[in-house]
């Protein structure tokens, strides 16, 4: 019994750990207790030293001290304000009003929509519940099928996981050791594909059920011409100006990740004033907001530093990378298994637990096959989209049933984000198929070569028999 723990460490650790989630224990002490259980165990059989634990001192130091995580705070104080700011009612009014006329107008301002708050705040939360709150009673007013409206609401929310400046993306590219604004940019295509995939998905319902994304009547329709434009713009341009304030500042170098979100949270106060809508009540819910998801993001990376550690210790790397890099298929396969793994265990673990957990294990088996870590990242982020997407820890769901009438089931809410789920998980093999969707938007690495040979080309010259004779340095000159 001894002799099979002792040579099967890693995988009963991994194990332990999922038991612990499966029961419901908060995710930050299910990964410290696990981590600590094991590593004492790991001392009293010979597998790790006792003074390794030690590091678990740095190990936390570092996670104090990781500048990168500060923009958490920033992104989600800035998603919190921009949240009750009033610029989702200015863009949802206007875009309605511009693509009310057509069937599926208003799920095409929807997904519109979302795109541009994910742009600005960084936050499922902050979308799902702000066009949830407004657009919802609409579409149930003009006869939208409601499975169709929650889930496009849902989707168009979780559009905001893979939009820079993402939290999620953020907390990917810590995990993997790579630069916050280069994933930045990778995100920006499959962005764009994603809302495309979206918009194609209601013309398509439009075409096939009409009856359920009817266009609006012309009585709905009490904005035309000039005024229509104007309603447009009061919506769009304080976007685009906060949307350049923080991904314009980050994509050009002028500033990191952390001091683009700084600059946002001052975009998004300002914003919060010209609307009219800043007060007391205001910040003091936008700093709450804040303080819960850095504690619970802090906590669970505390207790993810100590699991990793013990883990790495007990050959737990050397497991991972054995069993992965084993799979058939070479870079296709491993790709195909990590994503269906993903997958699946996002029925069970939220996002932030799969990012601080998984893709640390994940990230080293990548780049040994080499595979672009950046790409990986975003890879990973579309996949882990559907997180917030499907039972039981589909938070976007949640949000959506907090705020939806009562008359709104529950069953529809889940049944509505079924086809979504799909059009997430079609991102994913689209950008196996075609990676250059991300990597076209990279920064080109200058490769030098330290091993060149110069070579001089030979060239035919006409000897004058007059000239003199060549001087030779070996002879001593004379002396006078």
Same mark, same amino acid.
């Given at each position: ?88 009612? +200015?863009?949802? +009014? ?9 069937? %599926? ?161 001052? %975009? ?60 058939? %298929? ?118 030098? +070569? ?13 000897? +004058? ?16």
């Amino acid at each position: 019994m001894i002799a099979f723990i002792t040579h099967n460490m890693a995988p009963l650790m991994f194990a332990g750990l999922i038991l612990f989630m499966i029961y419901g224990y908060p995710a930050a002490f299910s990964l410290a207790a696990v981590g600590l259980f094991f590593g004492f165990v790991g001392v009293e059989l010979g597998l790790i030293a006792p003074n390794f634990l030690g590091n678990i001192i740095f190990q936390l130091e570092g996670v104090l001290r990781n500048d990168l995580l500060l923009a958490i705070p920033f992104f989600t104080l800035m998603g919190a304000i921009l949240e009750r700011s009033g610029l989702a009612e +200015d863009l949802l +009014d206007g875009f309605g009003q511009l693509f009310g006329g057509v069937r %599926g107008g208003l799920s095409y301002a929807v997904i519109l929509v979302g795109a541009v708050l994910g742009a600005i705040t960084g936050t499922v939360a902050a979308s799902v519940i702000a066009m949830g709150l407004i657009s919802l009673p609409v579409m149930m007013r003009y006869g939208y099928n409601i499975r169709h409206a929650t889930g496009v609401i849902a989707a168009s929310g979780t559009i905001t996981q893979l939009i820079p400046p993402s939290l999620v993306l953020v907390v990917l590219a810590d995990q993997m050791g790579v630069d916050v604004g280069e994933m930045y940019k990778g995100a920006m295509g499959p962005s764009v594909v994603q809302v495309l995939l979206f918009m194609a998905f209601v013309l398509l319902v439009s075409i096939i059920r009409p009856g359920d994304v009817p266009a609006l009547p012309p009585e709905a329709r009490t904005i035309r011409g000039w005024a229509l434009l104007k309603r447009c713009i009061r919506g769009m341009v304080p976007s685009l100006a906060l949307i350049f304030l923080v991904l314009g500042t980050i994509f050009t170098g002028f500033a990191t990740a952390t001091e683009a979100g700084a600059m946002g949270v001052l %975009g998004a106060f300002a914003l919060a004033a010209m609307n009219g809508r800043l007060n007391r009540h205001l910040v003091w819910n936008g700093m709450q907001t804040t303080m819960r998801i850095t504690a619970m993001v802090v906590l669970i990376l505390i207790g993810a530093r100590v699991f990793s550690l013990v883990f790495q210790g007990v050959g737990g790397k050397e497991w991972i990378e054995g069993m992965l890099t084993s799979l058939p %298929g070479g870079q296709v396969g491993f790709l195909i298994a990590v994503n269906i793994f993903v997958f699946v265990i996002a029925f069970f673990l939220d996002f932030f637990e799969i990012a601080f957990i998984i893709v640390p294990l994940l990230a080293p088996v990548a780049q040994a096959l080499g595979i672009n870590l950046v790409w990986f990242g975003v890879l990973l982020g579309a996949n882990m989209q559907t997180s917030f997407m499907h039972p039981p820890f589909g938070f976007a769901l949640f949000y959506l049933r907090g705020i939806a009438p009562a008359t709104v089931r529950s069953r529809d809410i889940y049944w509505g984000a079924i086809p979504w789920v799909i059009l997430q998980l079609m991102l994913v093999g689209i950008l196996i198929a075609f990676p250059e969707i991300v990597t076209a938007f990279l920064d080109k690495e200058l490769v030098i +070569d330290p091993n060149f040979e110069v070579i001089v080309p030979q060239t035919e010259q006409t000897l +004058d028999p007059n000239a003199p004779p060549p001087i030779d340095l070996n002879t001593p000159p004379p002396i006078n």
